[in-house]
């Protein structure tokens, strides 16, 4: 754990997410010209506290693709997902977990790498100080999930679970979902909840731009490896372009993005 | 009786003071209660209006979690509304369902979801009371939906700020009220120091007064005459010349009195040694002429030793009575004896019955010369009110304490303005009405004098008895 810790500690969740979307939108020379807005759909991995963060990453795509970008933010995945789905987003940052349930309906844009692969893990966090070693010693617990769409926040969980021979709510004494993986961090830190499932990235990322909050929780569990949440569109959108490894974007560090452009997502892998 | 400690006898000074000191003592006070009460009455306004806010918003935002018990959104509305009401300090706040379970807490470590609300939380008085020692005050709102309560928000509110503004306010008031009454205190002492100090002068002159002096001021301590003390002052030196005057008009007039008293009973003596001096020169030519007969010489010889003894008796009495303020002895039976034979010569004058009774004892210790002119001029006074024949009784007697001296008379009366100079001791000390005798101004100054008491009854006739204790003041200070 300490050495997946000193993996991730380089990496910020800005650095992450703007290097990989802005990458990805120059992979969408295809999309239609129109005047209208590139509508582009965000999962509450986007926090409602993040609007200058969403503001400049607007106003950064638009600058990109020389076309105005208009993010979508709703407060689950699933209204997102049934947007993408809708064909009402051109495109959409989306999870795993509904990607693969609606695989029938969407096509994949885009994977951001992280850490140089498209993989990320799902924790399982406690308050800080919590002496628990297992899993099972989180039995009866009050358990904070993110989003019942989320492949971390929740699946990845239920996954753990039903290894166990459980399910969360024989395992749990109660759950509740808090819509956002920050929110998760906040519940488990408070003491609302005994324990919670967070996305991996996010706590990393949260723990350097956050420190006192996270720093009321610790790592319980960490999962596997799972593939990154992929940039999704709907079938029978925009051609999109061919597959292809983009590099590192070379505007981040001179644009009104703040960081060592070193830092940035390492890769996108695009689909065509 | 005052004590010597009674408010009464403090200084005009003090008193006048300590006065403003409490009235500024029972302003403060009260004005004190109205800014706290004002203030109680704002605090407690301004707090169910700050608290009627912070719930109205927090139960706007709760409603629809706490329809869908979502613990979660209840707690995150609780944890973004912690710092957006400043004027609010909630120390606990408890989101609660009808079966007062916690839905979610402001500090869930402490009430964790699920958990049984605390008792304290339950609804109890609906204006909460600011005063309370513990600091903190219980809030609640009930959470409705269609008429059906679907639970409530329990918060409990840190009131220390509003207790301690309280107390701030309190203990600035006492100072501040403290030092305005000491301010107004020391300078309600100079005021009053400053304004009675003529009249604490004028005082002290007059209480100089007591001893039978009025000692007028001098010019220089004079204030201005155009003011108040100016003129009291004026007034107190015109009343003490005036009684000086009169002080002097009255000795002078004493002094005539005792002159023509004198000639009186210098009269009165020629007469009574001229009585039997036509008997003695009868002697003298019997014995000159029968001087021979030996029972005739005898007889001579005793008519002449009964006039010449009746001579030396009336001078004698007349040198005791007469003999002025050089006479400092204590008062005997003989000086009693004395005083009989002068008014008994008044008494067969005036054709009276006169009963004479000395019972003086050994412990009289009072002076004898003002003794024997106050009893001379009372039965002198007694013979010449009694009618020819009348009886006039005189009598002394005394014990270890006290010396008696009874004189009565069957007389009108003694008339109203001499009963009220002998009775008012006042009188007796400073005027003397000029329609009464001043033989009883004179026994009236020595009664005084004498701190001896004298009742009077009558008519029928006059009763005068005059007390006077023997451990008294040296009576040879007397008139």
């Given at each position: 754990m300490r050495a997946a810790r000193a993996r991730l500690k380089q990496v910020s969740r800005r650095r992450v997410l703007a290097g990989g979307l802005a990458t990805a939108t120059l992979a969408m020379p295809t999309l239609a010209r129109a005047a209208r807005p590139v509508l582009f759909g965000l999962t509450p991995?986007?926090?409602?506290?993040d609007i200058q963060l969403i503001a400049d990453l607007e106003r950064y795509l638009s600058r990109q693709i020389a076309r105005p970008v208009q993010l979508v933010k709703r407060r689950t995945y699933q209204e997102i997902t049934s947007l993408l789905v809708a064909n009402q987003l051109d495109a959409a940052w989306i999870c795993g977990f509904p990607f693969v349930q609606n695989r029938e309906q969407l096509r994949l844009v885009a994977v951001p790498l992280y850490q140089r692969a498209p993989l990320y893990r799902a924790y399982i966090v406690t308050r800080a100080g919590r002496e628990s070693q297992t899993i099972h010693s989180l039995r009866g617990d009050i358990h904070a999930f993110s989003d019942p769409d989320s492949n971390s926040g929740f699946l990845a969980t239920r996954s753990l679970l039903a290894g166990l021979r459980e399910s969360p709510s024989t395992f749990f004494a109660r759950t509740f979902f808090t819509f956002g993986h920050r929110n998760v961090i906040r519940a488990v830190a408070s003491g609302l909840a005994h324990s919670g499932s967070v996305d991996g990235y996010v706590w990393d990322v949260m723990r350097e731009i956050e420190p006192a909050l996270v720093s009321g929780t610790r790592i319980q569990h960490i999962s596997e490896p799972m593939g990154f949440p992929p940039v999704a569109a709907a079938r029978g959108g925009p051609r999109l372009a061919k597959r292809h490894r983009c590099g590192p974007d070379q505007h981040a560090g001179r644009s009104e993005w703040p960081g060592d452009p070193r830092h940035v997502a390492t890769g996108w892998l695009c689909r065509g | 009786m005052i004590g010597v400690f009674h408010p009464q006898r403090w200084p005009l000074a003090v008193r006048a003071p300590l006065i403003v000191a409490l009235l500024m003592i029972g302003i403060a006070a009260a004005m004190s209660k109205v800014v706290l009460d004002r203030l109680a009455r704002d605090q407690a306004q301004s707090f169910r209006q700050l608290t009627g806010a912070y719930l109205d918003g927090l139960s706007t935002a709760l409603h629809s979690p706490v329809i869908r018990q979502e613990p979660w959104e209840a707690f995150d509305v609780l944890d973004r509304a912690r710092h957006k009401y400043s004027g609010v300090n909630p120390r606990i706040v408890l989101v609660i369902l009808p079966n007062e379970s916690v839905l979610a807490a402001l500090d869930p470590a402490t009430y964790p979801v699920g958990s049984i609300a605390p008792e304290k939380a339950r609804i109890g008085r609906s204006d909460p009371d600011l005063s309370d020692p513990g600091g903190r005050v219980w809030v609640h709102r009930t959470l409705r939906e269609g008429g059906r309560e679907i639970g409530r928000i329990a918060a409990e509110i840190d009131i220390a700020n509003i207790q301690r503004v309280r107390s701030d306010t309190l203990w600035t008031l006492l100072g501040v009220n403290g030092a305005l009454t000491l301010l107004f205190a020391g300078l309600g002492w100079f005021v009053v120091h400053r304004t009675l100090r003529p009249l604490l002068r004028l005082s002290s002159y007059l209480a100089r007064a007591g001893d039978g002096r009025l000692e007028p001021i001098p010019d220089h301590k004079l204030p201005p005459p155009d003011t108040e003390a100016g003129k009291a002052y004026r007034r107190y030196n015109a009343a003490a010349l005036a009684i000086s005057e009169r002080e002097a008009l009255l000795h002078r007039l004493a002094d005539q009195e005792r002159r023509a008293l004198l000639g009186r009973y210098a009269s009165a003596i020629a007469h009574e040694v001229n009585n039997p001096l036509g008997g003695l020169f009868n002697a003298v030519r019997m014995i000159q002429r029968h001087g021979d007969d030996p029972e005739r010489r005898e007889r001579a010889a005793t008519l002449l030793e009964r006039g010449l003894t009746g001579i030396r008796n009336i001078v004698r009495a007349s040198l005791v009575v007469w003999?002025?303020?050089?006479?400092?002895r204590t008062l005997t039976s003989g000086d009693i004896e004395d005083l009989r034979f002068l008014v008994e010569s008044e008494a067969l004058r005036r054709d009276l019955q006169l009963e004479w009774t000395n019972e003086l004892g050994p412990h009289s210790s009072i002076a004898a010369q003002p003794f024997r002119q106050m009893a001379l001029n009372l039965a002198l006074n007694a013979c010449a009110a009694s009618p020819p024949g009348g009886r006039v009784c005189f009598s002394v007697r005394s014990d270890r304490d006290e010396t008696v001296l009874h004189i009565s008379d069957e007389g009108p009366g003694l008339p109203a303005d001499c009963r009220a100079m002998l009775l008012t001791a006042a009188s007796a000390t400073s005027a003397q009405?000029?329609?009464?005798g001043l033989g009883l101004w004179i026994v009236a100054r020595i009664v005084s004098d004498q701190r001896a008491t004298l009742s009077i009854e009558g008519p029928p006739g006059t009763a005068l008895t005059v007390r006077i204790p023997h451990a008294q003041p040296d009576l040879r200070t007397a008139a």
């Open positions: 991995v986007f926090l409602d506290s | 003999r002025g303020e050089t006479d400092d009405d000029a329609n009464a």
